[in-house]
């Protein structure tokens, strides 16, 4: 059985994912996922998304390895079947083009898959109970599905091959000290406070939310210098459309006239 939740609160759309009793990803369930977040990229209504799970004890295990065993899906080459053009695993992991942000509501543990979402989404809340592991290399596997991509660029290289090679699980409070994740909060504020940052991002402009995403992909790895002449010339239509958008100069005016400003989008 797959299944997320999918609701749109004006221009925030929440994802649920709902499979318990671990919350584990399967094939059908990832597809749901990427359609969700493509509505998300394609939808000028929809301005950031929350991606949260039901329950409170684990937020996702990762892959379902039950439907793994029982071979309804397979580990070698996933990523070239459709599920490629649907942000790859859970739909956001691959998602190159998502220019909308993207926050993690933890509420319970991430595992696994389970933690390499939430790397892949752009803020993370954690409820205080929560804790993050890669438990793979004892299955004789390998977190591939953002872990080695991304938790080194997060963590100290040696605390990152500890949660790697040894699976080191980590505590919310730990995470939020060495800056994996933004906040830490009581389980029963948890989307309370995500949906504050939410409708603070969907009242922002969308060019500039857009144009942040495009250019820190754009200039990921360069040196300073090459960053500034990347974003200076290269091909990154958000942000040259921010330059002279009307929101641009609707948020001086606003500024200037002590006002709060109206965001269209243009």
């Given at each position: 059985?797959?299944?997320?939740?999918?609701?749109?609160?004006?221009?925030?759309?929440?994802?649920?994912i709902?499979?318990?009793?671990?919350?584990?990803i399967?094939?059908?369930?990832?597809?749901?996922?990427?359609?969700?977040?493509?509505?998300?990229?394609?939808?000028?209504?929809?301005?950031?998304?929350?991606?949260?799970?039901?329950?409170?004890?684990l937020?996702?295990?990762?892959?379902?390895?039950?439907?793994?065993?029982?071979?309804?899906?397979?580990?070698?080459n996933w990523?070239?079947?459709?599920?490629?053009?649907?942000?790859?695993?859970?739909?956001?992991?691959?998602?190159?083009?998502?220019?909308?942000?993207?926050?993690?509501a933890l509420?319970?543990?991430?595992i696994?898959?389970g933690?390499?979402?939430?790397?892949?989404?752009?803020?993370v809340?954690?409820?205080?109970?929560?804790?993050?592991?890669?438990?793979?290399?004892?299955?004789?596997?390998?977190?591939?599905?953002?872990?080695?991509?991304?938790?080194?660029?997060r963590?100290?290289?040696?605390?990152?091959?500890?949660?790697?090679?040894?699976?080191?699980?980590?505590?919310?409070?730990?995470a939020?000290?060495?800056?994996l994740?933004?906040?830490?909060?009581?389980?029963?504020?948890?989307m309370?406070?995500?949906?504050?940052?939410?409708?603070?991002?969907?009242?922002?402009?969308?060019?500039?939310?857009?144009?942040?995403?495009?250019?820190?992909?754009?200039?990921?790895?360069?040196?300073?210098?090459?960053?500034?002449?990347?974003?200076?010339?290269?091909?990154?239509?958000?942000?040259?459309?921010?330059?002279?958008s009307?929101?641009a100069?609707?948020?001086?005016?606003?500024?200037?006239?002590?006002?709060?400003p109206?965001?269209l989008?243009?």
């Amino acid at each position: 059985m797959s299944g997320i939740g999918v609701e749109r609160r004006g221009g925030l759309l929440e994802i649920t994912i709902d499979r318990p009793k671990v919350n584990a990803i399967d094939r059908a369930t990832s597809r749901l996922m990427g359609e969700a977040f493509v509505a998300l990229r394609d939808d000028p209504d929809l301005r950031v998304a929350i991606l949260t799970a039901s329950g409170d004890r684990l937020f996702s295990a990762g892959w379902d390895l039950k439907a793994l065993e029982s071979g309804d899906q397979q580990l070698d080459n996933w990523w070239e079947t459709e599920d490629a053009t649907l942000g790859g695993f859970a739909g956001i992991t691959e998602m190159w083009n998502l220019d909308k942000p993207v926050i993690a509501a933890l509420n319970g543990h991430a595992i696994g898959g389970g933690f390499e979402i939430a790397l892949a989404c752009d803020l993370v809340i954690a409820a205080d109970h929560v804790e993050f592991a890669l438990p793979e290399l004892p299955l004789g596997i390998v977190p591939d599905a953002g872990a080695l991509q991304r938790l080194p660029r997060r963590l100290p290289t040696n605390v990152a091959m500890e949660m790697l090679l040894l699976g080191r699980r980590m505590k919310a409070a730990e995470a939020r000290r060495l800056g994996l994740v933004n906040a830490v909060v009581p389980a029963a504020q948890l989307m309370a406070k995500a949906r504050h940052w939410g409708e603070r991002l969907a009242a922002g402009a969308p060019l500039a939310l857009g144009a942040v995403k495009e250019v820190l992909r754009a200039i990921e790895g360069e040196t300073v210098e090459g960053a500034f002449r990347t974003m200076r010339s290269a091909d990154l239509p958000l942000y040259r459309r921010m330059l002279a958008s009307d929101d641009a100069r609707e948020g001086i005016s606003a500024f200037v006239e002590r006002r709060q400003p109206v965001f269209l989008g243009r």
